[in-house]
């Protein structure tokens, strides 16, 4: 069998790489990676493989070899003229590229779950987030008949007030979600609800994306503070509601 | 929302979005998976397996009961929030059925079919991906228990016939039985946007529009001919769509002729108006001469459009749960003095306070329909916009606002910088250029809002740069439809680019990397050679 040449290898590896991104998350998961982003991946993407590459002076040797032949053998001259015509060519083409103003959209990253402030103020009291529990989590055991229908009261909440957007699935989906940028957020989701706290679940619901810290964006997201309109009694029992219906368990300080 | 029953071309699309990416070949694979899935299907079991209505019974109480109620009759915790509101069961009536007319007793798979799609531009959604075809099948048997149709014999479904194929032979016929005695155009209006100037309501005596037969992803059903001809001939049980085929009117068409109607209807399709979720860019084009003032000038047309959802305003203060608009089209075009928006907004309804025509469509309280440009007063430099719901104490928003006027008084334009939704000052328009012109046609609202690129002597205004990220807003008003003050529809953050000629720069910075790099490499060769010779 031919051996592959080293150089020939170093490109198929990194073009290999380049269209399996491609290939994963443009064509299969509907969702390409913006152009910067894959600017920074491909640039360690090539670096990496450089470095596997020369990894011995033996490897360095088999990559510089036919280069260093392109150039100082005398029966390549032609082969050379060419190759030093079409590098800087395709450089000239790059750089000219680069150049056209971009219409790409900036990106915007946001943390999904910031750090909570350790006490907050929520409807005109300040509450210790750190040991703040929900009042009615202890009904599940001591009186389950209750405990159902503040489950129940909480399912009306949710439905005249959340699923517009959270979806009646709880699946972020709701009728207007893809209106809105940052998307809502889906309960059924592992990395959502069951990785929370109750008390995480109130100050976020009370204080909506106005009440997030810097790095989560406050001003792009749509989540109200619902402080203004539900009652804390009601908040308490839409989050006993968001557990129920997913079959997540609230994080407690128990477990840590 | 429910998923994707629209198709045009190559593309599906859910709730009018665009899923984007690369259509064609997800779509084939989507096809590879759907076939391979039905393939198998039909080798693994029977087509429906009976269905247990107690089972039923339970999934209902935990899936479905806020909306549908827990006796089936619709009066869900969540009803008056909604429109359409949630299927009364006890009343048999089934909107997406192919039973004819006269048949009360749908054939079950138009209900599997319902739950497991949904309605789209409905609050239902489609239970496909929680629930099993089992559990779809208990549920259908339960949910004919609380019509009491569970012993009846299924209804007869429609005779189709031949079917026309699509031509535009086929499509001319079915145009002209549309508009012949106003048989459709009555309802859904000469272009099929549905602005009717009739006020329907359901048999419950809710509202309800005639569907825009332009944006078929807002269709029940879909808007596949043979679902559209089922419609026809089916009529909308429980709305005043009606029968086409009912034996005792004489409005009755044969079935060519519904055939012909539904490749009209399909044909309405306006694919421009779709949502795509990656276009979040206005890409304002530059132009040499004067910025056009009229929004039917054809210059509009050539500037690329984009189209955001509306959202209802759910947020704060006094919030809205019942749009009518829900989408809005964008385009920008400037020159270098001033930049004009061109906003487009299929509104059913042209809402004049003081016209009797126009108060015999609208809910109590007509107002004026209007829409709003959100503009921040500063471009930010770092990741920080104001809050998207009219900015906030440090980063105040413009709005730039029209309102189409009533019989008394001529449309007008306003201008007014907000610091949050409670904190509004309303400043003269004409003090800063801003201009506008509004016209509407067959369902159509169009609207332009002009202003110079620059203000003199205001640090209340935004200054528009060239190839800045300029963070932009929308928001719009159906007066007949109760909205006013903060009940009204909205859009998220997205961008404005006035995109920048290149210029001469590009070529001059190329020219210098191959000159530079052609020297470096004859300089490389010397060397080589050099030490080879020596």
């Not at chain 1, 109200?224 to 804390?232: G, H, M, N, R, V």
């Amino acid at each position: 069998m031919p051996k592959i040449p080293r150089l020939a290898q170093l490109v198929l590896v990194i073009g290999g790489i380049y269209a399996g991104f491609w290939l994963i998350f443009d064509l299969l998961l509907g969702q390409p990676i913006p152009a910067s982003l894959m600017r920074m991946y491909m640039f360690f993407v090539v670096t990496g493989v450089l470095m596997v590459f020369t990894a011995t002076e033996e490897s360095t040797r088999q990559l510089v070899d036919p280069i260093r032949a392109l150039v100082e053998e005398p029966g390549r001259r032609l082969m050379r003229n060419v190759v030093f015509f079409v590098v800087p060519g395709l450089a000239a083409v790059a750089v000219f590229l680069q150049m056209q103003p971009s219409d790409e959209a900036p990106l915007e990253l946001r943390s999904i779950h910031p750090a909570p402030p350790s006490s907050a103020k929520i409807f005109g009291k300040r509450y210790d987030l750190m040991s703040l529990e929900n009042p009615y989590r202890h009904l599940e055991k001591d009186d389950p008949e209750q405990f159902r229908e503040l489950v129940t009261d909480g399912g009306e909440v949710y439905i005249r007030n959340c699923q517009y957007c959270h979806g009646d699935k709880l699946d972020g989906k709701g009728p207007y979600a893809q209106g809105l940028n940052p998307v809502p957020l889906n309960f059924q989701d592992i990395g959502t609800i069951a990785q929370l706290q109750e008390s995480f679940l109130f100050w976020r619901i009370a204080t909506g994306g106005p009440g997030l810290p810097k790095e989560a964006t406050p001003w792009i997201s749509s989540m109200p503070a619902w402080q203004e309109f539900l009652s804390e009694e009601q908040i308490w029992q839409v989050i006993l509601y968001l557990y129920d219906y997913t079959g997540h368990q609230p994080r407690s300080w128990g477990h840590e | 929302m429910a998923t994707p029953k629209f198709k045009v071309g190559a593309f599906q699309a859910r709730g009018g979005v665009d899923q984007g990416g690369l259509p064609v070949l997800r779509q084939y694979l989507r096809l590879i998976v759907i076939f391979l899935t039905v393939v198998l299907g039909f080798m693994s079991r029977p087509a429906f397996p009976a269905g247990d209505a107690e089972k039923g019974e339970e999934i209902y109480a935990q899936r479905c009961t806020l909306c549908h109620g827990e006796e089936g009759d619709g009066m869900g915790p969540a009803a008056e929030r909604l429109n359409p509101p949630p299927r009364d069961f006890t009343m048999a009536q089934y909107k997406i059925r192919t039973t004819a007319f006269e048949e009360i007793v749908p054939v079950d798979s138009d209900l599997v079919r319902m739950i497991h799609d949904g309605m789209p531009s409905t609050a239902m959604p489609g239970w496909g991906d929680v629930l099993t075809e089992q559990d779809i099948n208990d549920l259908v048997a339960f949910l004919k228990t609380l019509a009491g149709l569970e012993e009846e014999e299924p209804g007869q479904v429609i005779d189709y016939g031949a079917q026309v194929p699509i031509s535009p032979e086929s499509i001319e016929t079915g145009r002209k039985l549309f508009h012949q005695d106003d048989r459709c155009s009555e309802c859904h209006g000469q272009a099929g946007k549905g602005d009717a100037v009739k006020k329907l309501k359901d048999d419950s005596g809710y509202r309800t529009w005639p569907r825009n037969l332009t944006k078929p992803w807002t269709f029940r059903g879909s808007n596949d001919p043979r679902d559209i001809f089922t419609r026809i001939t089916t009529g909308i049980a429980g709305t005043q769509m009606p029968s086409f085929d009912d034996p005792a009117s004489d409005g009755r068409l044969s079935i060519e002729q519904r055939w012909n109607i539904a490749n009209y209807v399909n044909s309405l399709a306006k694919t421009e108006k779709i949502v795509r979720p990656e276009n979040t860019v206005i890409r304002a084009t530059r132009l040499a001469g004067p910025v056009p003032v009229t929004p039917d000038d054809p210059q509009w047309q050539e500037a690329p459009s984009s189209t955001f959802l509306l959202v209802p305003q759910l947020i704060a203060a006094e919030r809205f749960f019942t749009p009518s608009n829900d989408t809005i089209t964008v385009r920008a075009l400037y020159n270098q003095d001033e930049i004009g928006f061109h906003v487009e907004w299929d509104d059913r309804t042209r809402s004049i306070p003081g016209d009797r025509a126009a108060k015999k469509v609208s809910e109590p309280g007509l107002g004026e329909d209007a829409v709003a440009i959100q503009l921040p007063v500063k471009i930010p430099t770092g990741p920080e916009k104001p809050y998207f719901l009219h900015g906030d104490s440090r980063h105040p928003v413009n709005l730039w606002s029209w309102r189409s006027g009533s019989t008394t008084e001529d449309p007008s334009v306003a201008l007014v910088t907000a610091r949050g939704i409670a904190d509004k000052i309303v400043r003269d328009a004409s003090t800063v250029g801003l201009q506008g012109r509004g016209s509407y046609h067959e369902g159509t609202w169009q609207v332009v809002l002009r202003r110079p690129l620059t203000t003199v002597g205001s640090a209340e205004d935004l200054q528009f740069v060239e190839g800045a990220f300029i963070p932009v807003a929308f928001s719009a008003w159906d007066g007949s439809n109760g909205e006013r003050g903060s009940a009204h529809t909205l859009t998220t953050w997205y961008w404005l680019l006035l995109k920048p000629e290149p210029g001469n720069k590009p070529w001059l910075f190329a020219g210098f990397a191959f000159v530079l790099i052609l020297l470096l490499e004859i300089w490389w060769a010397r060397t080589a050679m050099r030490r080879v010779r020596s």
